[in-house]
């Protein structure tokens, strides 16, 4: 009988924190009700999450060590495009790449039948339209945009369908968007 009050308040417990859970966790995380899509879902929020802390201790590092406290006199919505853009390009293992530069991080990798895009970036106007524009371009469909950001810093995570039509590698996606930050800002009302 103790047995039986024991594990029935365990499960009861096991409940409630899995509500607390679902209940922190943005629900496009969590796409099932069931406890392994719950504690999936929880993990993938919180993978997202230490990585916009990094990105966010990396930004504060790099302002420890600047030697000039103040804003950049130009800013980067003006940037043009450099005969050469210095960018760091990455594999990261057959099913993922990166392409860095000054001015974005951009990590693209496979998710089953999916595309995983994230971009780590100063907030510039208009240039989540300029990343919409390039994935539209090369015919991939954009299945969810979640948009996080902290001060003027912001990370873009797509999930996005390969179409039918499109040829790119990875490798080829992350330098492509990379590319999109170059270019001048795109506006509702240019469009």
Do not use: W
């Amino acid at each position: 009988m103790s047995h039986i009050t024991v594990e029935r308040n365990r499960r009861r417990q096991m409940n409630e924190h899995l509500k607390v859970l679902r209940s922190l966790t943005p629900c496009f995380y969590i796409k099932r009700g069931d406890q392994a899509s719950i504690i999936g879902g929880v993990i993938e929020f919180i993978k997202e999450l230490h990585q916009v802390l990094q990105a966010l201790e990396s930004k504060k590092r790099r302002k420890s060590l600047s030697p000039s406290p103040g804003p950049s006199p130009k800013p980067l919505q003006q940037a043009t495009q450099p005969d050469h853009i210095p960018l760091g390009f990455e594999s990261v293992g057959e099913l993922g790449a990166c392409c860095n530069s000054s001015l974005a991080d951009v990590e693209a990798r496979i998710s089953g039948s999916n595309v995983i895009l994230k971009i780590i970036s100063k907030r510039i106007p208009g240039q989540i339209l300029n990343i919409i524009a390039v994935l539209e371009k090369f015919s991939f469909e954009i299945l969810h945009l979640n948009i996080s950001s902290m001060e003027d810093t912001v990370l873009y995570s797509f999930v996005i369908k390969i179409g039918l039509e499109c040829q790119l590698s990875l490798e080829e996606l992350a330098v492509e968007v990379q590319q999109s930050f170059f270019s001048e800002p795109v506006f509702l009302n240019e469009i």
